[in-house]
């Protein structure tokens, strides 16, 4: 496997599993969406390959918008989750990050420091 996709966590603010599962899946979709519009045959390799996704986790906001500011020079795509704050957490919460698909090695520059959720 060649592609992946990163989604970063917060762990600061508290989620149940399935708000967090809810989350990162709003993170892969708004990627893959802006992937095939921007990299589309990154994207058409990464999907090809089972769509990849790893989950990691950041310890604050301010980390989470530092890897953000980081994908952003590097040409990395991708999209910041703001909750609607129907369930959970208050409205405007930023919960993760998605980022990719890219490649792995691009990716592991980006997050490869980050531990798994």
């Given at each position: 496997?060649e592609?992946?996709?990163?989604?970063?966590m917060?762990?600061?603010i508290?989620?149940s599993?399935?708000?967090?599962?809810?989350?990162?899946?709003?993170?892969?979709?708004?990627?893959?969406f802006?992937?095939?519009?921007k990299n589309?045959?990154?994207?058409?390799?990464?999907?090809a390959?089972g769509?990849?996704?790893?989950?990691?986790?950041v310890?604050?906001?301010?980390?989470?918008?530092?890897?953000?500011?980081?994908?952003?020079?590097?040409g990395?795509v991708?999209?910041?989750?703001?909750?609607?704050?129907?369930t959970?957490?208050?409205?405007?919460?930023?919960?993760?990050i998605?980022?990719?698909?890219g490649?792995?090695?691009?990716?592991?520059?980006l997050?490869?420091?980050?531990?798994?959720?």
């Amino acid at each position: 496997m060649e592609y992946k996709m990163v989604i970063a966590m917060r762990k600061d603010i508290k989620l149940s599993p399935g708000k967090m599962a809810a989350q990162a899946a709003h993170a892969a979709v708004s990627c893959s969406f802006a992937s095939k519009k921007k990299n589309p045959l990154v994207f058409e390799k990464w999907y090809a390959e089972g769509q990849r996704k790893i989950v990691v986790k950041v310890d604050t906001l301010r980390e989470l918008y530092e890897l953000k500011a980081s994908a952003e020079s590097m040409g990395v795509v991708s999209s910041t989750v703001i909750d609607a704050g129907l369930t959970e957490v208050p409205p405007g919460t930023v919960t993760c990050i998605g980022f990719g698909p890219g490649s792995n090695e691009v990716l592991d520059k980006l997050t490869g420091h980050l531990k798994l959720m």
